[in-house]
């Protein structure tokens, strides 16, 4: 026998380990005999934790790029009269209210120009082919709508929100995102002219 074996239990061995496991419940080890592994360092508290960072932060992600209410109404608006053809309104009503002069062309190759609504608000629609950029539709209203500049990509859509040489908002919307600046160039204030705008109520298209 080496040092390593240890003797074979007897019968008397057997019988008081039987008796003994008899005599006593299991019950549950002492308390201190469990590690305390603090909260922050459990695999699973930080695979959860990670896990709620991550959520949080595409979904803050995402409401940061969501475009305001209007505009989001004006991209489904365009979605569903893409494929629209036509002349429904006077020319020079709708160039008064994108804030051009009346005595010019319509910008581009105009698809569609119509009266709409959206989100309960009477919109100017126009849809036109501008050389150089591409299709852009352009929305204008006929009463004045709290809307900042701004730009961005919503559901599979570039918009942009300019101020009219008029300086009233309009919501520009391109699948292509250079639509969208060269229909800048032909309806947003022309570089260099003063910054500041006229309150909407003292603009023509108003009165």
């Known amino acids: 026998m080496t ?3 240890l003797p074979p239990d007897s019968a008397f061995d057997l019988r008081v380990r039987a008796e003994m496991a008899l005599a006593f419940d299991p019950g549950q080890p002492p308390a201190h005999l469990f590690r305390h592994t603090p909260l922050l360092s459990r695999r699973g508290f930080q695979r959860s934790l990670a ?3 991550l959520a949080a932060t595409g979904a803050g992600t995402v409401f940061a790029m969501r475009p305001p209410a209007l505009v989001r109404e004006a991209i489904e608006h365009e979605y569903y009269e893409r494929t629209l053809r036509g002349s429904f309104m006077p020319t020079r009503q709708l160039l008064m209210h994108l804030g051009l002069n009346q005595q010019q062309p319509v910008p581009g190759y105009p698809q569609l120009m119509r009266p709409c609504d959206i989100d309960g608000r009477l919109a100017y629609h126009l849809t036109t082919f501008i050389e150089k950029g591409g299709m852009v539709t352009v929305f204008a209203f006929d009463q004045p709508v709290a809307l900042k500049a701004g730009s961005g990509w919503w559901n599979d859509m570039y ?10 908002p309009l919501v520009l919307v391109a699948q292509k995102k250079k639509a969208l600046a060269v229909a800048n160039n032909h309806l947003g204030k022309p570089d260099g002219q003063a910054a500041k705008l006229r309150d909407p109520a003292e603009s ?3 009165q």
């Open 3 to 5: 040092d390593f074996e």
């Open 51 to 53: 896990a709620l960072l």
């Open 159 to 168: 918009w942009q929100v300019i101020d009219s040489r008029q300086g009233r």
């Open 204 to 206: 023509p298209v108003f």
